[in-house]
């Protein structure tokens, strides 16, 4: 197709919702007005581990499919001076430490570890690039490390504006895991000032899942509401910095064994329990049901917010003072 267009959320809630109804591949094109071969591709790509085929972490998949390449990658000018020294024997260390004399007019800085990861990296391993270095292992030894903190590019609580801290801006959000039978998780977002709770379904815990469901998640929000998000230091997190790259989201973590440093999301997970124990097991737990889970929290008035409902408070955030009448 020669205006072909990628997927938007939009269409992969509706290839959800018919595959999920029991259309076949070419009736879904047909629907959406795709190609067959677009849509049998999404169904490949993106479906999860079990096969079944849903819109939030196929739209986060697709997300982090997209990121950005390597800064070699895409500066041609650094990679031939890093490739030619490289070739004369100089080691990654001696490559960036000269680099930051800032005697080389017009290249820009690379670290030690962003040299050694494009020399291993699956982009290069034609190239056996390894072969040049100083032990030329074809693959990376253990890398000591100066602490057990896998997340890198962090930024402390600390640092969160005052806004942010004392809710007076909307758009901030906290961000957890909710553990349930067999370790499968559902990510939790809350709205620090409207209290306003966003759910998904993982299939794991991994770095990559989560921060692909955590992409489609705040995608999906206005730009004007994807202030901040405030992370504990689980590993699950490791891959913050997309958001931040993205989507432009700046992305906070807490001190270690400081959950209290988010205590609206802490507290919005105690709520949760109430429908989803540990001991549930999520397989037995349909999306819809996990969506009428947040609708119930967003339609609960709270005190904190003058007895208003969470959706009723980001309503007016978004200028639009709407009331609703449960009777």
């Not at 998904?200 to 921060?211: D, I």
Request: glycine residues 8%; charged residues 30%; contains cysteine.
């Amino acid at each position: 197709m020669s205006n072909y267009t990628h997927l938007t959320p939009s269409e992969r809630d509706q290839i959800a919702a018919l595959k999920g109804a029991g259309l076949s591949i070419r009736a879904i094109a047909a629907r959406l007005r795709r190609a067959g071969s677009t849509i049998s591709r999404e169904l490949k790509r993106n479906a999860l581990e079990s096969g079944a085929y849903r819109p939030v972490p196929a739209e986060g998949a697709y997300l982090l499919r997209r990121q950005r390449p390597a800064r070699l990658e895409q500066d041609a000018q650094l990679r031939g001076y890093v490739l030619a020294r490289l070739l004369e024997g100089w080691t990654p260390e001696q490559i960036s430490g000269r680099l930051g004399k800032g005697i080389e007019i017009g290249l820009n800085l690379i670290s030690t570890e962003a040299i050694y990861a494009w020399v291993y990296s699956k982009a290069r391993k034609a190239d056996a690039l390894w072969r040049y270095l100083t032990r030329g292992r074809p693959r990376r030894g253990r890398r000591k490390r100066p602490s057990k903190d896998r997340i890198a590019e962090k930024v402390h609580i600390s640092e969160r504006t005052q806004a942010a801290d004392q809710r007076e801006e909307v758009g901030h959000w906290e961000a957890d895991l909710v553990i349930c039978k067999r370790s499968r998780p559902v990510l939790v977002l809350h709205e620090r000032k409207t209290r306003l709770t966003l759910i998904s379904r993982l299939m794991g815990k991994t770095a990559a899942e989560t921060v692909s469901a955590l992409m489609a998640m705040v995608k999906r929000l206005a730009p004007a509401l994807r202030g901040s998000i405030t992370f504990d230091n689980g590993g699950e997190f490791a891959r913050h910095a997309l958001l931040r790259d993205m989507l432009s989201a700046t992305t906070y973590f807490c001190d270690a064994y400081a959950s209290w440093q988010k205590g609206g999301v802490e507290n919005t997970n105690g709520r949760i329990r109430r429908w989803l124990p540990r001991s549930i097991d999520l397989d037995l737990v349909s999306d819809e049901d996990i969506q009428e889970i947040a609708m119930a929290l967003n339609s609960t008035p709270r005190k904190c917010l003058g007895f208003k409902t969470p959706i009723e408070a980001m309503l007016a955030e978004l200028g639009n003072d709407v009331q609703i009448r449960f009777a």
